[in-house]
């Protein structure tokens, strides 16, 4: 196996361990374990679980980040088209018994990881916000939209929202948790209204 293959396994298994258990919870030795390797082939690639959790946010932001320019730069979606493209991930995490958001996870923890991966976070949070401020500011300036408030302000509720809402299914096993409010969503923004 190349070496950036086993870097990815190594990523990859992190990013589950941090989505279903988090940070805190997550050791070198869970990796080795679920990669089939030893604790000194992640040293190799990662020197620390710091360095290495730094790397999965900022993979898991880069990732989102390019979907979302992906969506911006594609002349066939609606914004409709764009807003039901960022639920689909939601819906996915939505669809496991434990898995949520990585950044949703981390949230929670915020205040117990190192100054690299908090920033990290906070671009990731920054970034989705932006990108819906500016879905729903020219759905509403093609008429598509209907804003209760200043689409900043709209999309800080949005992204707040859903992230919210795929805790709460996590806590409760219910799905409904997450398509009541992507439901309340799309009503709210409807121009017609409910």
Known sequence: MTAPDRRNQILDAAQELIQTRGYSAMSFQDIALKVGIRKPSIVHHFPSKNALGEAVVRRYRETFAAVLAGVDADPDKTVWDALEIYFGPYLDFAGTPDKVCLCGALAGEAMALPVEMRHELALFFEGHERWLE?????????????????????????????????????????????????????????????
């Open 134 to 194: 500016g879905i729903l500011r020219r759905g509403a300036d093609a008429g598509l939209f209907r804003l209760a408030d200043r689409p900043d302000k709209m999309a800080r509720f949005l992204f707040c929202a859903l992230q919210g809402a795929l805790l709460a299914k996590r806590a409760t096993g219910d799905l409904q948790q997450l398509t009541d409010v992507m439901d309340t969503i799309r009503a709210t923004l409807r121009p017609g209204g409910a």
